[in-house]
């Protein structure tokens, strides 16, 4: 059964999604943030399926977490578009798009067949339900690793544009802090109870806030030194 | 092992990431000049606050009426001053470079909140004017 807390954070992060679509319809910024905006009605719909669910067949019932966690794994490969419209952004000019596109379909391919080689060995649990989560695992610890290398070119390529550096940097912490939360999991299911079933939804309603912010407080045009926010020895390196 | 080394990776990330966010909000405050009077009341000399008025700014930021804008910053900034305070105590013995930096980073956040209190003190100001002008 859910909490007031979990509807505060569900109302919370479905008004920051649909604000931030109206907000760049209304700014004109539709197309050029497509994939983002498509990821933030894919969520607002998955978030009504998943209630729905929760109403029809309760929240510890097989269909319910099935929806769940395949709805959240695709919402992830969603994700994944949005990491590679942010790869096409930093590398513009230099013309590497296609060979952008080329590695996420490759590591997105990769991904699922390493989750169920992992899995297939398991031959104590139901391989589709325990194949969905070790892909979740897998599939966040694979964005963690796309943004954290999106994250290094935008300091090495010295990439100034603020409304960027806080859009990728807000993804990274999502993916960070859910990538671990499966890894948590996976390694002590008793904590799940207490501390683990609250990053989730913290998490997925703390990106679309951050989201909102960035695209109300931050203006296109607005520039920042990366070696003002990135990490000493990040900076030290954009500069040797 | 697979899950630890997920786990143990992405927290270090996690780390990172939540880092480098508060510092660029904290970097366009960074760029506002403080006024003489937000000085004069804080008693602050020159434009470099000490960290250990954060507590304090951010009492006289409560006292002041809200602009509005400027509520989610002091919570990821009131985080990050957090952190850097853990991490200033855990690396005195240890690593007296990073303990050094930590101290920056949270006259950094300081110098935030004396910018946000600035500016509600100015917002203030312009409330009443407007008030004092409708009579």
Known sequence: MLGPFDYVLV??????????????????????????????LGVVGVTI????????????????????????????????FVIMSFYQQVFHQMG??????????????????????????MPTH????????????????V???????????????????????????????????????????????????NFLKWVPPLAGTFLPLAWAYTFTKIPEDARLETARVALPRMAAHQHS | MIAALICVISVVLFLQFFISYSRSIIAAYRMSELSEQVREVVGIEGQEV???????????????PQKGDDRTDLKVVGVYYWMMGILRSAARLLAPRVTSWAERERAGCAYFVAVALDRRIAYSRDLLAQQMSDR
Not at chain 1, 96 to 120: C, D, E, H, K, P
């Open chain 1, 11 to 40: 109302l919370l992060g479905l008004l920051a999604e649909a604000y931030v679509v109206v907000r760049l319809c209304l700014s004109e910024n539709f197309l050029r943030y497509f994939s983002l905006n498509i990821y933030m």
């Open chain 1, 49 to 80: 399926g998943q209630d729905f669910a929760l109403l029809k067949f309760g929240v510890s019932s097989p269909v319910y977490a099935y929806v769940y966690y395949y709805t959240d794994a695709l919402l992830t490969i969603a994700l994944f």
């Open chain 1, 96 to 121: 590497v798009g296609r060979y952008v596109r080329w590695a996420s379909v490759f590591l997105l391919s990769a991904t699922a067949l390493f989750s169920y080689l992992v899995v297939r060995r």
């Open chain 1, 126 to 141: 139901h391989l589709t339900s325990r194949f969905v989560v070790e892909m979740s695992q897998n599939l966040y610890f």
């Open chain 1, 143 to 193: 964005g963690v690793v796309l943004t954290y290398l999106l994250w290094g070119a935008v300091v090495k390529l010295r990439e100034t544009r603020t409304r960027l550096i806080q859009l990728v940097l807000a993804l990274g912490i999502f993916f960070s802090s859910d990538a671990a939360c499966y890894a948590l999991r996976n390694l002590f299911p008793g904590l799940e109870a």
């Open chain 2, 50 to 64: 000490n960290s250990d008025q954060f507590g304090r700014l951010v009492q006289l930021v409560r006292l002041c």
